[in-house]
């Protein structure tokens, strides 16, 4: 009689939490349906998690600080994913360096194929993220010097 009881207070639990799930179902469907500017709001932030890259200001992308160019959504894409785009941006190197990048992901790190995306990726950071040639500074020029009191 003991194990009986526990039997219909546990399907009495699993009944309380069905219940329970279908109110907040249709509870949450009562109120899309009665705030339609809330259900497009929620519509404009899935789209615009889905890739629609609207953020963008003097030619860089605002979320991730990527330069606006063809490859980029690609790029945001692929790389974003497993690390930050900072990790991206802060790096300069040439498209021999970044493919060996790549290999060294795909081999250590489980970086899938990119496939047909892989030459767009290579072409877009070897062109905005290559290496930039600064050398030593300039010498100062100043000839006359002063002492700090």
């Known amino acids: 009689m003991e194990q009986f009881d526990q039997q219909v207070k546990s399907l009495t639990g699993i009944l309380f939490l069905f219940l329970l799930l279908i109110v907040f179902f249709f509870g ?35 979320d991730t600080g990527f ?16 690390h930050s785009a900072k990790l991206v941006t ?15 992901m ?3 790190q489980n970086l899938w194929d990119l496939g047909n995306n892989e030459e767009l990726i290579l072409s877009y950071l ?5 290496p930039t040639a600064k050398g030593r500074r300039q010498n100062l020029d100043q000839t006359e010097w002063y002492t700090l009191e």
């Not at 404009?44 to 609207?54: A, D, F, I, L, R």
């Not at 490859?71 to 974003?80: D, K």
């Not at 790096?91 to 990048?101: F, I, K």
């Open 28 to 62: 949450g469907l009562f109120y899309l349906a009665n705030n339609p500017e809330t259900a497009t709001s929620i519509v404009e932030q899935e789209q615009e998690s889905e890739g629609t890259y609207k953020a963008i200001e003097n030619g860089i992308h605002l």
């Open 67 to 82: 330069v606006v160019d063809e490859g980029m959504e690609a790029t945001i894409q692929n790389c974003t994913n497993c």
């Open 90 to 104: 802060q790096n300069r190197m040439s498209r021999e360096g970044w493919e060996a990048t790549i290999r060294w």
């Open 106 to 108: 795909q081999d250590t």
């Open 126 to 130: 070897a062109k905005n993220y290559a």
